[in-house]
């Protein structure tokens, strides 16, 4: 199981770290993190290779986000700063077996967490 944590209300400029726990056996060669805006289709963020630690932005996000991944722990981070209110969105971890390429396409993600909420507003 993934879960996901760390969501709130912050200010425009903020910082928010979310955080995601694998519980079980993970079988994962990529681990996500995705989020769906209200009335938006589901978008990437960011991925992380858990083999290797090579890590992937969606453009928007770059130089603002920060994907890490912690093997004793077995948990993926967003460390995300800059926040804006665009960035107001249900985050989602989520593990895929795809090609690098696939990390873009939130379809290609086979096993999800169950979100959580990040809002950005004054």
């Known amino acids: 199981q993934l879960q996901a944590s760390g969501g709130g209300l912050v200010q425009p400029g903020g910082s928010l770290r979310l955080s995601c726990a694998v519980s079980?056996?993970?079988?994962?060669?990529?681990m996500g993190w995705l989020r769906q805006a209200p009335g938006k289709e589901r978008e990437f963020v960011a991925a992380i290779r858990w083999i290797g630690g090579y890590t992937y932005y969606a453009d928007s996000v770059k130089g603002r986000f920060t994907i890490s991944k912690d093997n004793t722990r077995k948990s993926v981070d967003l460390q995300m700063n800059g926040l804006k209110p665009e960035d107001t969105a249900i985050y989602y971890c989520?593990?895929?077996?795809?090609?690098?390429?696939?990390?873009?396409?939130?379809?290609?993600?086979?096993?999800w967490g169950q979100g959580t909420l990040v809002t950005v507003s004054s």
């Open positions: 989520a593990s895929t077996n795809g090609v690098t390429s696939s990390v873009y396409t939130p379809t290609m993600y086979t096993r």
């Open positions: 079980g056996r993970f079988s994962g060669t990529f």
